[in-house]
């Protein structure tokens, strides 16, 4: 029994982190929120743009379903509880290389475009988060461009690469 509790004290403090846990510094609970802020700053999410965004984070993160509900739920309260972007997007650079970056605003259009229409609340939201990201207006507005190709086309861009 002493053992069991060294083991589970060990686990505590040791700071190893199992795929389907995330603490509020994981860079993964940062990028679903911003997510799930752009699926429902519009004032709903729509059955689309639920499924993509379970679809992208689980594939992204190389999840299973369990733990990919649990992190939607983990960043649905994070997003909840955060008074601005910053919170998130100042874990995101410093985790995310450029091109990191850039899959995660491309992803945000995604989202955007699961509905068919981007609102300007969805733009405005992305335009900052790019700002904040050191995402360029010129790179913003090619992930704009060709996530909106895509959509019209029926296709996903981004599905096979990752953050």
Known sequence: MFDA??????????GDK?????????????????????A?????????????????????FNLDDEATEKLVEAATAAEHEAVDLYHFTRKLDRSLDEEGRLRLIEMMWQIAFADGRVTEFEDNLIWRAADLLGVSSHERLALRQRVASASKL???????SGI
Request: glycine share 8%; net charge negative.
């Open 5 to 14: 509790f060294k083991s589970f004290v060990a686990d505590l403090t040791s």
């Open 154 to 160: 029926g296709a996903n861009p981004g599905a096979k």
């Open 18 to 38: 199992h795929p389907g846990e995330f603490d509020e510094d994981d860079y993964r609970l940062a990028a679903a929120a911003l997510l799930i802020h752009a």
């Open 40 to 60: 429902a700053i519009d004032g709903n999410i729509s059955a689309a743009g639920r499924d993509l965004l379970h679809a992208m984070l689980k594939q992204r």
